[in-house]
């Protein structure tokens, strides 16, 4: 495939991925009537839909509780799969295959299936309607583990970890030396998808947050559902609102972050 | 001493490492699934007191029940249409914004990323609005092309087509991500040689760039048959979130295996037994579906 055929497919994907953006925009922007009509160019209404948004749920708190529990669970989840990734990709002991096994078996478990006996014990734990019923369940995933373990088990060269060993190095010596920095552009691409994870969560914050105040993003959305004539106009205003504050920090930081996947230092 | 604490340091060390997942997992993974076991055993609703146990009662019932069959015929319907079409793009897409002539790689990834960066629930409004039988923008370009609307929601093929559409644009890019991030370590050279060969992109991704990250791609494949099979919140909200949203549809022609699981779990007299005996079919079938992953693509290896 020449460059100009290349260049041309991932322009056309580029299309497809923006469009439906661009289209809630258009939707956002427009008087809730005025969708009668295929619209395909925004509208002078957008304001005035942001103004209906907070006036009818506290959008503000939703943001700043979408926030924190998303950076601590995303700096939580990277660190522990990172350590557990080393240790099953590297390190010989007891148990290792069937352990690991048993994380992939993890996977398999359907998570939203749980639901009922993990809301009673979370009842039990008195955290129902707190931020710790959202956090502290997500604090590490199978997933992670096992996206660390396939990276760290292509990309860490076995030598480079011996050669330290020579010099002495311990295990966690090993670990904030050689595996850190190799495991780098993972851990990057794994805390985005866990930042993205964690913000977009809806079911479980649905289910255990009950008070307005302690709401996330996507709750707050989805009771912008809820009337009983469907105004689409106010639902995609608050998914343009809800997705803006991602669009920007990942748009700054996208140098550092995805930038880092292309320099990782991980030639085999 | 030195020698002790290495010792005390290889042979402990790893554990502490993994202990973290381990713990959460068994607290709040763990517990759970083997709580909804229990309960599956029980004519168990929410709205009595007592429980009696009828042993495998909810799961016979279960297996006779046509709405469940066609649930799960639903499922593995769009499961196929929406990964296949999802990982074979994603695959593509990777290798090429990993062509080494390609300008801006950083930008390309973000663009990759960028559906992912909406939630469901924004993702299904835009797309219910997009496949609307009177006023949706696709059936509008379908006229305009003098071809006929067509009512997504209302056919069992179309309306399945519809929601792996909204999986397909949701997932593409995130799994061309982890894709392409395993292709970082795949050596440069072994692209510069081929191409000096007059190795073609195409023959490129399949003799060096696939074979290199085979691992990954495993992975892949396995997690999106999971989620898959769990899909919940596109059916339910592309049927409008109501009662249409729960059966998947008037005639249950989208009606997903979770979907099937919430109608009794939380619709029908909070039948949390039935509930739970679903649940636990469903991991079975997951399971199922992941061991058959894993045999087939073994074989594959066994074949090359």
């Given at each position: 495939?020449?460059?100009?055929?290349?260049?041309?497919?991932?322009?056309?994907?580029?299309?497809?991925?923006?469009?439906?953006?661009?289209?809630?925009?258009?939707?956002?922007?427009?008087?809730?009537?005025?969708?009668?009509?295929?619209?395909?160019?925004?509208?002078?209404?957008?304001?005035?839909?942001?103004?209906?948004?907070?006036?009818?749920?506290?959008?503000?708190?939703?943001?700043?509780?979408?926030?924190?529990?998303?950076?601590?669970?995303?700096?939580?989840?990277?660190?522990?799969?990172?350590?557990?990734?080393?240790?099953?990709?590297?390190?010989?002991?007891?148990?290792?295959?069937?352990?690991?096994?048993?994380?992939?078996?993890?996977?398999?478990?359907?998570?939203?299936?749980?639901?009922?006996?993990?809301?009673?014990?979370?009842?039990?734990?008195?955290?129902?309607?707190?931020?710790?019923?959202?956090?502290?369940?997500?604090?590490?995933?199978?997933?992670?583990?096992?996206?660390?373990?396939?990276?760290?088990?292509?990309?860490?060269?076995?030598?480079?970890?011996?050669?330290?060993?020579?010099?002495?190095?311990?295990?966690?010596?090993?670990?904030?030396?050689?595996?850190?920095?190799?495991?780098?552009?993972?851990?990057?691409?794994?805390?985005?998808?866990?930042?993205?994870?964690?913000?977009?969560?809806?079911?479980?914050?649905?289910?255990?947050?009950?008070?307005?105040?302690?709401?996330?993003?996507?709750?707050?959305?989805s009771?912008?559902r809820?009337?009983?004539?469907q105004?689409?106009?106010?639902?995609?205003?608050?998914?343009?609102?809800?997705?803006?504050?991602?669009?920007?920090?990942?748009?700054?930081?996208?140098?550092?972050?995805?930038?880092?996947?292309?320099?990782?230092?991980?030639?085999? | 001493?030195?020698?002790?604490?290495?010792?005390?340091?290889?042979?402990?060390?790893?554990?502490?490492?993994?202990?973290?997942?381990?713990?959460?997992?068994?607290?709040?993974?763990?517990?759970?699934?083997?709580?909804?076991?229990?309960?599956?055993?029980?004519?168990?609703?929410?709205?009595?007191?007592?429980?009696?146990?009828?042993?495998?009662?909810?799961?016979?019932?279960?297996?006779?029940?046509?709405?469940?069959?066609?649930?799960?015929?639903?499922?593995?319907?769009?499961?196929?249409?929406?990964?296949?079409?999802?990982?074979?793009?994603?695959?593509?897409?990777?290798?090429?914004?990993?062509?080494?002539?390609?300008?801006?790689?950083?930008?390309?990834?973000?663009?990759?990323?960028?559906?992912?960066?909406?939630?469901?629930v924004?993702?299904v409004?835009?797309?219910s609005?997009?496949?609307?039988?009177?006023?949706?923008?696709?059936?509008?370009?379908?006229?305009?092309?003098?071809?006929?609307?067509?009512?997504?929601q209302?056919?069992?093929?179309?309306s399945?087509?519809?929601i792996?559409?909204?999986?397909?644009?949701?997932?593409?890019?995130?799994?061309?991500?982890?894709?392409?991030?395993?292709?970082?370590?795949?050596?440069?050279?072994?692209?510069?040689?081929?191409?000096?060969?007059?190795?073609?992109?195409?023959?490129?991704?399949?003799?060096?760039?696939?074979?290199?990250?085979?691992?990954?791609?495993?992975?892949?494949?396995?997690?999106?048959?999971?989620?898959?099979?769990?899909?919940f919140a596109e059916p339910q909200l592309f049927g409008g979130g109501g009662p249409n949203g729960i059966t998947g549809g008037s005639?249950r022609q989208f009606q997903t295996?979770t979907l099937y699981?919430y109608e009794?779990?939380f619709n029908?007299?909070?039948?949390?037994?039935?509930?739970?005996?679903?649940?636990?079919?469903?991991?079975?079938?997951?399971?199922?579906?992941?061991?058959?992953?894993?045999?087939?693509?073994?074989?594959?290896?066994?074949?090359?």
């Open positions: 495939m020449n460059r100009r055929l290349t260049y041309l497919t991932l322009l056309g994907s580029l299309f497809f991925a923006v469009f439906p953006f661009y289209f809630s925009f258009v939707v956002a922007s427009h008087d809730n009537s005025a969708l009668a009509q295929v619209k395909l160019l925004p509208g002078p209404n957008f304001l005035e839909n942001v103004r209906r948004v907070f006036a009818t749920v506290p959008f503000d708190l939703a943001l700043a509780n979408s926030a924190l529990v998303a950076s601590v669970n995303t700096c939580s989840v990277v660190l522990f799969s990172t350590l557990a990734g080393f240790a099953f990709a590297k390190l010989r002991f007891r148990g290792r295959t069937p352990l690991l096994l048993s994380v992939i078996a993890t996977m398999m478990v359907p998570t939203q299936l749980g639901i009922i006996p993990l809301f009673i014990l979370i009842t039990r734990f008195e955290w129902h309607d707190t931020l710790a019923a959202v956090i502290v369940p997500a604090l590490v995933n199978a997933f992670g583990v096992f996206f660390m373990t396939q990276y760290l088990s292509e990309a860490l060269p076995t030598e480079l970890l011996e050669a330290g060993r020579m010099d002495g190095c311990a295990n966690h010596r090993l670990f904030w030396h050689v595996v850190l920095p190799a495991a780098r552009p993972a851990m990057a691409v794994l805390g985005m998808l866990t930042f993205l994870g964690t913000w977009n969560d809806y079911l479980w914050p649905l289910v255990v947050l009950a008070s307005p105040e302690n709401q996330t993003v996507q709750v707050g959305l009771q912008l809820a009337g009983y004539v105004d689409y106009s106010l639902a995609l205003t608050g998914t343009v609102l809800a997705t803006l504050p991602l669009i920007v920090v990942f748009g700054a930081l996208s140098k550092q972050l995805i930038g880092g996947i292309m320099q990782g230092a991980v030639k085999g | 001493m030195r020698t002790w604490l290495y010792k005390v340091d290889t042979r402990v060390s790893p554990y502490l490492y993994i202990a973290p997942f381990f713990v959460l997992f068994g607290v709040f993974g763990l517990f759970p699934l083997g709580y909804t076991a229990y309960v599956s055993l029980f004519d168990w609703s929410l709205l009595r007191d007592e429980h009696s146990y009828v042993g495998f009662q909810n799961y016979a019932e279960l297996f006779k029940d046509p709405y469940f069959w066609n649930a799960l015929g639903n499922t593995v319907s769009i499961l196929i249409l929406s990964t296949v079409p999802q990982l074979v793009l994603a695959l593509v897409l990777a290798h090429l914004v990993n062509r080494p002539f390609i300008r801006g790689a950083a930008a390309w990834r973000l663009g990759l990323l960028l559906p992912n960066l909406t939630s469901v924004a993702v409004v835009i797309f609005q997009l496949f609307g039988r009177d006023f949706g923008l696709i059936n509008a370009g379908l006229e305009a092309l003098g071809l006929g609307r067509i009512a997504w209302e056919g069992t093929a179309s399945h087509v519809a792996s559409v909204m999986i397909i644009w949701r997932w593409t890019g995130y799994n061309a991500l982890i894709f392409l991030a395993a292709m970082q370590a795949v050596p440069k050279e072994l692209y510069e040689s081929a191409t000096l060969d007059g190795a073609t992109s195409g023959q490129q991704l399949r003799s060096i760039t696939i074979p290199a990250i085979r691992p990954t791609i495993i992975f892949v494949v396995i997690v999106s048959t999971i989620y898959g099979l769990q899909i005639d295996l699981l009794h779990g029908k007299g909070f039948d949390f037994g039935y509930a739970s005996a679903t649940a636990w079919v469903m991991f079975g079938v997951i399971v199922l579906f992941a061991i058959g992953n894993f045999v087939l693509s073994k074989r594959i290896r066994g074949v090359k």
